[in-house]
């Protein structure tokens, strides 16, 4: 089952999924599964991983970028060690004609993950960018203060547990305030990720692109890597931007389990196969 979330087990197998995905003119973006780990030893051979991937983007031509989370470079237990680190791979990225998106984890780490890209965006401009989620309240405020600086921006509805003291509990009010946000980036002019794989947010967002003269080049679709193939193929085809995360690695358990925790169909899939074999 989680063959159909996660592209393998090694950089070799997501390379492989990705020329396929970019042969359908779809890019990727890649990340090498992992989160919260607890050791400096740790910490570099995530980003070891990581070097290993910019390289060979670049030397087999793929149309595709990095994805990486803070706690898997050390974010929890030394924020230097993980800013020297991301620092590092946003260097290299530059150097290389690439991108580092730093996905958003849990509130916690709202603050430090925008602070952290706002310093490395001041030193390698249009080579790093973050992601914001339209369950938090705050999110209206950050996104107006990452697009004064040019940072690129990827909206998400947000995939951790959040209080309602901070976060829309109902569904109908996160979607409310992700198309919100999600006409303000669009039109910002600031290239923009528009992660959703909610068709109903997909077709108003259509309709808004056509009546304000949006341009095709000011955002790409964002979806999951196995998640809504149909409708991936079928924005490509009209001329959309779009890209897929492709995640990988031995560490996939806490991303296949977010996946699960987001539709009880695939829980109910899984227990079908199960009782199957
Ligand atoms: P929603 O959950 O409302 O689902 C809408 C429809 O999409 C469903 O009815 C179903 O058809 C389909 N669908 C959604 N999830 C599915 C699943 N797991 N399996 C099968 N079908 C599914 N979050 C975060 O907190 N930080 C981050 O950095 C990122 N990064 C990120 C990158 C990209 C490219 C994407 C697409 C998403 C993220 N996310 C994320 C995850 C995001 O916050 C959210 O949890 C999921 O995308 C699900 O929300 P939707 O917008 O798809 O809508």
Redesign the pocket.
């Known amino acids: 089952m989680s063959g159909r979330f996660v592209a393998g087990m090694t950089v070799d197998d997501a390379l492989g999924a990705c020329e396929r995905v970019n042969r359908e003119s779809i890019a990727v973006t890649l990340d090498a599964l992992g989160e919260s780990v607890t050791t400096e030893a740790e910490a570099r051979e995530s980003a070891r991983v990581y070097h290993e991937m910019l390289d060979a983007i670049a030397a087999r031509k793929l149309n595709a970028n990095v994805s990486l989370k803070l706690t898997q470079m050390g974010m929890d237990f030394d924020p230097a060690l993980a800013e020297s680190i991301v620092g590092e791979l946003v260097e290299h990225a530059a150097a290389v004609g690439s991108f580092v998106r730093i ?2 984890e849990g509130s916690p780490l709202t603050e430090a993950t925008i602070g952290m890209t706002e310093r490395l965006h001041a030193r390698q401009n249009g080579h790093v960018g973050t ?1 914001l ?1 339209a369950y938090l309240f705050r999110t209206a405020n950050d996104a107006e203060r990452l697009l004064r600086q040019g940072i690129r921006i ?1 909206l ?5 547990k959040e209080p309602p003291e901070i976060a829309y509990p109902m ?1 109908v009010d996160v979607d409310t305030n992700y198309v919100n946000l999600a006409e303000r980036l669009m039109t910002s002019g600031v290239y923009c990720g528009i ?4 068709e109903a947010i997909v077709e108003k967002l259509l309709v808004f692109v056509r009546e304000h003269n949006v341009p095709k080049g000011a955002f790409e679709f ?3 890597y196995g ?2 193939r149909d409708l991936q193929r079928r924005l490509a085809k009209q001329g959309f931007g779009v890209r897929v ?1 492709v995640p990988f690695g031995p560490e996939w358990y806490p991303y296949f389990m977010r ?1 699960l925790a ?2 009880p169909a ?1 829980v109910l899939f899984l227990m079908k196969n199960f009782l199957k074999n």
Do not use: F, P, S, W
């Not at 992660?195 to 909610?198: P, V, Y």
């Open positions: 996905d958003m992601v989620q990827r998400c509805k947000g995939a951790y569904k992660a959703t794989h909610d964002q979806m999951l998640i809504r995360y996946r987001e539709r695939n």
